[in-house]
């Protein structure tokens, strides 16, 4: 095992403390209800993600992406380690963190308009104040003239766009997205993508994504962090340097370093479901990096 210099630990440690989320040396357990049986899905795990950052998590099945994106979320107590937001410790859920889950989670019963301001209402903002703000992020998720309709009169793109609006309208520092476009067809998902740099950018969210899929990671990140086989770690990040503004699906497919990029990541995800050595190396497109 390698012991990191002086210099470098202290690099560290001030990225750590200059970052909006912190994780450090996390490990997660978790008891199934049913069995009784303990999983340990984390150990070990450092990541930091920066202000105003995109950044994408992926790795193989069963690594524990949704298991630390919970644990951010303050949904699971760590077993040891910490999990940080702005310097202070993480410990339960909060309005500062707005989670969009895989799932819709609309209720049925209510319009298009009230589920995009629940949250609002549940903070006591009054009816007139909460329907502008939700009309507002409403209209950023490109969703216009629908307010009235009720959930099940939406296809599964527009279900998640008023998720992701219902969220923006909270006004959350941090915006925990965990494969909230797995459900939706291809070309559904491309839209959502498209439309999801062109959100997090006005916004200036800082964002954690986790996705199965390493050209939906490349098209949304910043930086791409690579988890090894459970218990996960992260094992590499790389730097994703294609502009947001030029960040279309029809300018990355004619892209060489597009496709170099992703065949660089697909080589890490499959090296560490390998179980290869931890030691990432270097491209012309991207620089990955002990995490």
């Given at each position: 095992?390698?012991?990191a ?7 560290a440690?001030?990225k ?6 912190a994780v450090?040396d ?16 984390v150990e070990h795990l450092d990541?930091?993600?920066a ?9 193989p ?9 919970a ?9 040891a ?14 309005a ?9 989670a609309l209720?049925p019963?209510m319009?298009?308009l009230?589920n995009?301001?629940?949250g609002?209402?549940?903070?006591g ?6 329907y502008?703000?939700?009309r507002?992020?409403l209209?950023?998720a ?10 099940h009169e ?11 609006a219902r969220t923006?309208a909270?006004?959350p520092e941090v915006?925990l997205m ?6 939706v067809d291809?070309q ?8 999801l740099v062109r959100?997090?950018a ?6 954690l ?5 390493v050209?939906e ?11 090894s086989p ?5 094992r590499a ?7 947001k ?10 892209d060489p370093?597009?496709?170099a990029l992703?065949d660089r ?12 050595p ?9 620089a990955?990096?002990?995490?």
């Amino acid at each position: 095992m390698s012991v990191a210099s002086p210099t470098t630990a202290a690099a560290a440690v001030a990225k750590r403390e200059h970052a909006k989320l912190a994780v450090t040396d996390l490990t997660l357990d978790y008891v199934n209800p049913e069995t009784g049986a303990a999983h340990r899905a984390v150990e070990h795990l450092d990541l930091t993600v920066a202000a105003n950052e995109f950044l994408c998590v992926v790795g193989p099945s069963g690594c524990g992406k949704s298991t630390l994106l919970a644990a951010i979320a303050g949904f699971l107590p760590p077993t040891a380690g910490s999990i940080q937001m702005n310097g202070v410790e993480v410990e339960g859920p909060g309005a500062e963190r707005g989670v969009v889950f895989q799932e819709y989670a609309l209720l049925p019963w209510m319009t298009v308009l009230d589920n995009a301001a629940l949250g609002l209402k549940l903070r006591g903002m009054a009816k007139p104040q909460r329907y502008e703000e939700a009309r507002r992020y409403l209209a950023i998720a490109n969703l216009h003239g629908v307010e009235h309709k009720y959930p099940h009169e939406l296809s599964g793109g527009m279900k998640q766009r008023v998720a992701v609006a219902r969220t923006l309208a909270n006004t959350p520092e941090v915006m925990l997205m965990d494969e909230p476009f797995a459900a939706v067809d291809a070309q559904t998902r491309m839209v959502l993508q498209e439309e999801l740099v062109r959100i997090a950018a006005r916004s200036q969210l800082t964002v954690l994504f986790i996705t199965h899929s390493v050209e939906e990671a490349i098209f949304l990140g910043d930086r791409v962090a690579v988890m090894s086989p459970g218990p996960g770690h992260v094992r590499a990040t790389v730097d994703v340097p294609f502009p947001k503004a030029a960040r279309t699906w029809a300018s990355l497919n004619s892209d060489p370093a597009f496709g170099a990029l992703r065949d660089r990541l697909l080589d890490l995800v499959r090296a560490s479901g390998a179980g290869a050595p931890s030691t990432p190396g270097t491209t012309a497109q991207a620089a990955a990096t002990d995490a």
